[in-house]
C-alpha cells in the first residue's frame, strides 16, 4: 500500500516469507497447550478438533511446525470459558473478508475460475510474490498471493520447485463456500433463499432420515435457477460446494468434502455436530452430475455411485459403523435429480 502511496517505500525490510519467522504470528500446539493450562480449560471437556477448524498455517516451505490462528483460537476458548462445549458458531463471522471487497477482485474472468478452483479442490499451484501493486491484481499469481496475505491460503509444500498452496484449515473453507453461493447468487437472481424451508428440510434429514425434502429444496429454489453463465463450467465439484454451503448452514451436521479414505474421496461426509449428538446418524454422499444430452451414462454413473459407496462402507473410517447412512445423488442437468441408498 506505501508503495501505492508513495514515491517508493524502499527502507524496509520484508519478513513475511522469511523462516526464522515462521511460527512468530500462529500459536503453536504448545503454545495452545500453555493457553490452555493458564486459562484453566480441561481440555477433556473439549469435544471438536481444534486442529481441524483452527490449524494449518505454514508460511516457509521449510518450515517445521504449522500453527493455529491466534483469532480462531482465542475466539474459541473465550466462547468455551462462556458457553462450554455448547458453543453454537465455531467459526468467527469477523474472519470473513467484505465479500464486496473481493467481488471487485473477481471481476477479472481468471480471477474468478482461480477462486472456483481454490475451492473444489482445497488447494492451488502457484509462485507467492512477495511485493505487487495494487493495481496489478488482475495478475492471476498477485491474485493467489493476495489471499495467501490474507490467510486464506497457506503454504502446502514445495515439490520439485513448484510451491503448492492449501485452504488451512475448514473454518477458511466455510469462508470460499459463502463467496462461491454469493457469486452464484450475484449471477443468478431468480435464485430463491427460503431459509424457513431449508431448516425444515435439514430437520428431516437429520431426525427423520428424509434426504428428499432438502434435496428438493435445492432443486427447486437453487440448482434449477442457476444461469447459463454458472452452467457453461458446472460439473460435480460445483454442484458440491453449492450443497455445502447450505448443509453447513444449519449447524447440525458437519459437512466434510474431499476427506481422504482407503477407497479415495469422499464427496461429502455429513457428521453430526457436537451441539446435537441425538442426531441418530451421520451421512456419506456421493454426488454425480450428468447433462441432460448425455443421458445415455447415467446407468454407467448409478454403477460408479454403488461401488465407490461400497468402498468407503468398508473403509477404516466406517467399517462397522451403524449409525452411517450411504447416499448416491445423480443431478441431470438442472431441474432432475434422482436418489438411491446404498
Known sequence: MLDDLTSGFNISNNLSLDLLYNEMLGFTQEEVDWLMGVSGIDKS????????YYNGYLFHGEGEHKVYNPSMILYFFDHF???GNRLEYLVDDNLKTDYGRLRTLIANGRNSEQLIE??????????????????????????????YYMGLLTIEKIEFGKTWLKVPNYSIRTVYWEYILKM???????????PSRQMGAMSDLAYQGYPKPFLD????????RLSNR????????????ILLNSLFQSRLFVPVTEMEVSAGYMDIWLKRSHLFPDIPWEWVWEIKYIKKSNVKSIEEKREE????????RDSHLFAGRTDVRYLSVIFIGKDKYEIFEN
Open 81 to 83: 470459558q462462556k458457553r
Open 217 to 224: 429444496y435445492m432443486s427447486e429454489n437453487i440448482i434449477s
Open 230 to 241: 454458472d452452467l457453461e463450467n458446472f460439473d460435480e465439484k460445483y454442484l458440491k460446494i
Open 184 to 194: 452464484t447468487r450475484d449471477s443468478s437472481k431468480d435464485i430463491m433463499i427460503d
Open 305 to 312: 455411485a454403488r461401488n465407490q459407496l461400497a468402498k468407503y
Open 45 to 52: 471437556h473439549i469435544n471438536i478438533d481444534m486442529e481441524f
Open 118 to 147: 481454490i475451492t473444489e479442490n482445497n488447494h492451488i499451484l502457484s509462485m507467492i510474490n512477495p511485493k505487487f501493486s495494487i493495481d496489478e491484481l488482475h495478475n492471476s499469481e498477485n491474485f493467489v498471493s493476495l489471499l
